[in-house]
T-cell receptor, first 113, second 114 residues
Framework: AQSVTQPDIHITVSEGASLELRCNYS??????LFWYVQSPGQGLQLLLK??????LVQGIKGFEAEFKRSQSSFNLRKPSVHWSDAAEYFC???????????FGTGTKLQVIP | GAVVSQHPSWVICKSGTSVKIECRSL??????MFWYRQFPKQSLMLMAT?????????EQGVEKDKFLINHASLTLSTLTVTSAHPEDSSFYIC??????????FGEGSRLTVL
């Protein structure tokens, strides 16, 4: 069975600092990988996705993520965080079929001045 | 990207009453939609898969009679929480799949049962 681990429940960074959110997955083959962001009381917005090809994918709002097969990871990065980036971030895996989307437990990002 | 809209965004009801939440795909057709429940500070839990023109598929442990799902058209799925009780209070989110495997989510609906 597929699973997703986000080891950091809560991260605090200063505005302007770089950010990396960790995501590890467990699945036999290469899955489809996603990062979503959720603002308080809102639904989830897709930041970026990886299906195949270039392992470094660019997303919206200046985010990028790198797929590393050897580490079973799909970490999310941003070079300079803005206060508006404060939200909850979910990594998700789809091993095939829309039902089989598994979400990580989320990482809450706090941005301080 | 595709837009999915939920209504209402929040609802307060008395215990024992029923509440209907709508999920619409605004600019695309969705033969399948998904309903999730999200507890505070937790991830999303898939409740059921809504199928246009057929019965919904429920995940293990989800009460079919409590959470009625209807997918009446290619752009509308509804979740009805029947005889709601305080323990049904939660954040409910719907989603619909896009052409390339990603899910598009509604804004979510906060249900509070008094």
């Amino acid at each position: 069975a597929q699973s997703v681990t986000q080891p950091d429940i809560h991260i605090t960074v200063s505005e302007g600092a770089s950010l990396e959110l960790r995501c590890n997955y467990s699945y036999g083959a290469t899955p489809y990988l996603f990062w979503y962001v959720q603002s308080p009381g809102q639904g989830l917005q897709l930041l970026l996705k990886y299906f195949s090809g270039d392992t470094l994918v660019q997303g919206i709002k200046g985010f990028e993520a790198e797929f590393k097969r050897s580490q079973s990871s799909f970490n999310l990065r941003k070079p300079s965080v803005h206060w508006s980036d404060a939200a909850e971030y979910f990594c998700a895996v789809n091993s095939g079929g829309y039902q089989k989307v598994t979400f990580g437990t989320g990482t809450k990002l706090q941005v301080i001045p | 990207g595709a837009v999915v809209s939920q209504h209402p965004s929040w609802v307060i009801c008395k215990s024992g009453t029923s509440v209907k939440i709508e999920c619409r795909s605004l600019d695309f057709q969705a033969t399948t939609m998904f309903w999730y429940r999200q507890f505070p500070k937790q991830s999303l839990m898939l409740m059921a898969t809504s199928n246009e023109g057929s019965k919904a598929t429920y995940e293990q442990g989800v009460e079919k009679d409590k959470f009625l799902i209807n997918h009446a058209s290619l752009t509308l799925s509804t979740l009805t929480v029947t005889s709601a009780h305080p323990e049904d209070s939660s954040f409910y989110i719907c989603s619909a799949p896009g052409d390339t495997g990603e899910l598009f989510f509604g804004e979510g609906s906060r249900l509070t049962v008094l």
